[in-house]
């Protein structure tokens, strides 16, 4: 796998998946996409990144844990939920959605940022498994 | 009984503040403890003694209107309401547990001064108060449950305070675990006696003694309040609760936790008494766990253990005369409740003034205190004036109601009469030792030079001994407040005092009373012969400690066996039994239901999976599906079988792309991408040899499941295709999606807005499973 190939074209194939992966996260709500694809997507990216130049340097390059993006996720996506609150509707989306949308003119729904923090779980998810296997692999 | 007596709102919340203000005064406890040291007691005081003079005041409107009731919303969709209900009873309770909790937190300071966990107690000692008092106070069933379970929780954490040593935290669990036993019997109780009436409220509950499920709810009760009160045969984790300091102790055998089942039997008589089987149920077993106590108290040395096996007697003989429920046995039990909480809790706190000053509280170690501790033995003799019942105390008039309410002429009250009498005549005798055996005589040295207690340490006790005199000389003041409300309360009848101190020489029962005090008298000359015969006849073999201990390790390894029974840790038949679930989940409720029966009518295969329409596009993309799947099954080499199942996964992928589900496909795609570069990873890391090599009968075994799990899932879709499609919800979806959700991607709309809560829960587990993952793969490099 190492080649030399394989890591010369692999930090051009990884922009393009993770910017590729930005635009189906944020397409989603009305094309074919969303946050789960995205987050497939950019994940792989990872993965195809840790074989080509280490796992050291995936980590370097994240800056955070990756599970830590996960447990972000988690958190963006609960808080787009409670925002809810401000206008007095209950937590459950349905009714939570009537004024999140009756009210604001923002392109950046809850919806939005929900689907924003479903893509970081499972960026975050797969990407901490892909890597703690590729680190265990090289050993 | 009166009419419902409300002083507008203010009232509400200050009854609310009874049950709430001492768990406010536990969380505040640590920090006042920082900056008062053990002077806390004193600031902490403040809590019970407030409420107790708060309650005082409401004396008079409860005599007045026999009860006030006040409610607060709670939870109001459980019917949860912090409802509470102050008659008599629930009074008298009150009084004693706020009286006694305030006495308790000022001689708990100089107790444990200097211990480096004092606020901490405090908080626990406190929020038991709390649970205590919310108990009697309650009147939804749901809330009095709730607290009984807080008072076992509390009580666990006191029993364990001093958790180092061993002997304390086992005592906690065994505390917790029995009493508990009777928490869940009280739930079952609950739920079955809302059942029956309709309503959460015991003010409101009607009689039950004429239901048909009369004697479940009767079991269940007395099963709780049996493990609660410590009736044989639950009796055993009582003595063991010792381990707990002290003034924990002095507490709870006198006012609280313990005295939750009586305060029960008390308060469902109105409900469940008068029968039969309540009247020889209670005082079968309150007869034998009075007398069980009295003769274990003689066995004992120890003198708290010796007061634990009192306690243990009289809670029996508490039970006994709720059982016999007479206007005379309950006046007996409400007089005798109030004048053992006194005497017991100032033995206590007695004996842990007399460990503190010589270090031991053996009492064959002991004598010649009274010089030494003249405060001390002041307060001994009035609490064992009590305990005795010797006139002009409490006891006496608790002890002439008991003899009264027995003096008939049948079988059955001669014999509970003999009963009483030796109960009380070996309570008499233990009296006699605690008071005589320390503090008269000759002078033994002992592990530390003796010295008087603080103040703090002898002010409660020496109250206590007061109190038990001055109830008893105010004769009618105590028969018309304390008294006749609470009889009555029990009751469910207004009840009138005949409580006097003037012996009525007409009658048996001042020659039954002076019969008790020489038995005593007889008991405790020769004590040391009958605790040298106890001891003697005791068989080590087995005790209800060690039945108890059976038991607990019993569970634990029927709960071990049955885990490595389901959780053996091989991944191929974990996977099996999922399969092989999965197979019946989906077939057999079609089965059952005749689901297959339209099909098989049908029978026009080719019609129904509409093969003749199949494209020669859409016949290469099953051809690709084919070819991976029989390099599957003819591949031995694992690598070549992941990818193999890439290939049927891409496949599938295609045909969802085909059909018009782009979502679908997309992330079918990837995730076929990603599960084969991680099994790729996980054969590389697990170092698998590279055939899969199986034994020939595996195969089968495994080929036969999976073969069953390919054609439920056919013959489920061939169902949904022979049947009518219900488009009811994809309609909705369709119409509704761009109006109100503004959004054209139906799938991802429903995703992150229709089931919102649902994908917030899917990525919660998503991460979840990540963090297990990883923990599995880390664990492996740290244990190679």
């Known amino acids: ?139 | 009984m009166g009419t419902v007596y409300r002083v507008g709102p203010t009232l509400d919340a200050s009854i609310a503040l009874v049950a709430i203000a001492p768990f406010l005064a536990a969380l505040l406890a640590p920090l006042t403890h920082r900056f008062v040291g053990s002077y806390c007691g004193w600031v902490l005081a403040i809590v019970p003694a407030s409420i107790f003079m708060f309650l005082v005041k409401l004396i008079g409107p409860v005599i007045d209107k026999g009860f006030i009731a006040a409610s607060i919303q709670w939870v109001p969709s459980y019917h949860l309401a912090l409802s509470f209900y102050l008659d008599g009873l629930s009074l008298t309770f009150a009084l004693t547990i706020s009286g006694i909790g305030t006495l308790i937190v000022l001689y708990a300071g100089p107790y444990l001064a200097g211990h480096g966990h004092q606020g901490r107690f405090y908080s626990f000692l406190l929020a038991f108060m709390g649970a205590m008092l919310g108990l009697v106070l309650a009147d939804n069933m749901l809330a009095l449950f709730g607290f009984w379970e807080l008072t076992a929780v509390t009580s666990f954490l006191l029993i364990g305070f001093d958790h180092t040593r061993q002997a304390a935290r086992r005592a906690a669990i065994q505390a917790l675990v029995v009493t508990n036993i009777g928490g869940l019997s009280l739930l079952l109780a609950v739920l079955v006696i809302q059942q029956l009436g309709g309503n959460w409220e015991i003010s409101k509950l009607g009689a039950l003694q004429g239901s048909a499920l009369y004697p479940l709810v009767l079991a269940l009760v007395l099963l709780a309040a049996f493990t609660k009160s410590a009736q044989v045969p639950f009796h055993f984790w009582l003595p063991n609760a010792m381990e707990a300091p002290t003034p924990v102790s002095a507490f709870l055998h006198s006012a609280t936790m313990v005295q939750a089942g009586v305060y029960l039997l008390a308060r469902l008589t109105p409900a469940l008494g008068g029968t039969p089987e309540w009247t020889a149920i209670l005082t079968i077993f309150g007869g034998v766990t009075l007398l069980w106590g009295g003769f274990a108290a003689l066995k004992q040395t120890d003198m708290k253990q010796m007061l634990a096996q009192t306690t243990i007697a009289s809670l029996g003989l508490l039970v006994l005369l709720i059982g016999i429920g007479s206007e005379t046995a309950i006046a007996a039990m409400v007089v005798y409740f109030v004048a053992h909480a006194l005497y017991k809790a100032g033995f206590f706190m007695l004996v842990g003034v007399i460990d503190h000053a010589t270090g031991t509280r053996d009492i064959t170690a002991l004598g010649g205190l009274m010089g030494k501790l003249p405060l001390t033995f002041a307060a001994a003799v009035l609490a064992g004036l009590g305990m005795i019942g010797l006139p002009l105390t409490l006891g006496y008039l608790a002890k002439e109601e008991m003899y009264l309410a027995l003096e008939q002429s049948d079988w059955r009250s001669i014999v509970l009469l003999l009963t009483v009498i030796l109960g009380n005549g070996l309570l008499g005798a233990i009296a006699l030792a605690l008071v005589i055996k320390p503090f008269l005589g000759q002078f033994r040295s002992t592990p530390k030079p003796p010295h008087e207690g603080s103040f703090g340490l002898v002010a409660g006790p020496l109250l206590l001994g007061v109190l038990g005199l001055a109830g008893a000389l105010a004769t009618g003041w105590f028969g018309s407040t304390v008294l006749v409300p609470a009889a009555s309360a029990v009751l469910g009848h207004a009840t009138t005092s005949h409580l006097t101190l003037v012996p009525d020489f007409g009658g048996l029962v001042p020659f039954l009373s002076v019969l008790t005090w020489a038995l005593g008298a007889v008991l405790f000359m020769q004590s040391g012969v009958i605790r040298a015969a106890l001891r003697r006849s005791e068989r080590s073999s087995w005790n209800f400690d060690a039945v108890f201990d059976a038991l607990m390790f019993g569970l634990i390894r029927s709960a071990a066996a049955i885990t490595r029974l389901f959780h053996h840790g091989r991944l191929e038949l974990y996977l099996l039994i999922v399969f092989i679930g999965f197979a019946v989940a989906i077939s057999a409720p079609l089965l059952l239901n005749h689901g297959y029966d339209g099909l098989l009518a049908t029978a026009d295969w080719v019609q129904l999976f509409g093969i003749r329409t199949v494209r020669p596009f859409e016949w290469a993309v099953l051809a690709l599906a084919i070819a991976g799947l029989l390099i599957l099954l003819f591949s031995f080499n694992r690598l070549v079988a992941v990818l193999a199942l890439g290939i049927q996964g891409t496949a599938t992928a295609l045909i969802f792309l085909l059909f018009g589900a782009p979502d679908l496909a997309f992330t079918q795609f990837m995730v076929e991408i990603l599960s084969v570069v991680v099994l790729a990873l996980v054969i590389t890391r697990l170092k698998l040899d590279e055939r899969d090599r199986r034994p020939y009968e595996d195969l089968a075994r495994d080929g036969i499941v999976a073969l069953l799990c390919g054609v439920a899932v056919t013959l489920l879709l061939a169902v949904v295709l022979t049947g009518t499609l219900d488009t009811k919800l994809s309609d909705f979806f369709t119409a509704t999606s761009v109006p109100i959700a503004h959004g054209r991607n139906i799938v991802n709309v429903i995703l992150v807005d229709y089931r919102g809560l649902d994908t917030l829960g899917e990525i919660s587990v998503v991460m979840g499973a990540g963090i297990a993952i990883l923990g599995l793969l880390r664990r492996r490099r740290i244990v190679p």
């Open chain 1, 1 to 139: 796998m190492n080649t030399v190939i394989f890591r010369t074209i692999a930090p051009l194939i990884i922009a393009i998946m993770v910017m590729f992966s930005i635009y189906v996260c944020l397409r989603g709500h009305n094309e074919p996409g969303g946050g789960f694809i995205g987050g497939l997507i950019a994940a792989a990216a990872m993965a195809i990144f840790g074989m080509a130049s280490g796992v050291a340097a995936v980590r370097t390059a994240l800056k955070f844990d990756p599970l830590g993006f996960a447990g972000f996720g988690v958190l963006i996506a609960a808080l787009s939920g409670l925002l809810s609150l401000y206008t007095g509707s209950p937590f459950l989306t349905s009714i939570w959605l009537y004024v999140s949308f009756g009210k604001n003119v923002v392109p950046f729904s809850t919806p939005a940022l929900f689907d924003i923090g479903v893509y970081f779980v499972v960026f975050g998810t797969l990407t901490s498994i892909a890597l703690a296997l590729e680190d265990e692999g090289a050993e």
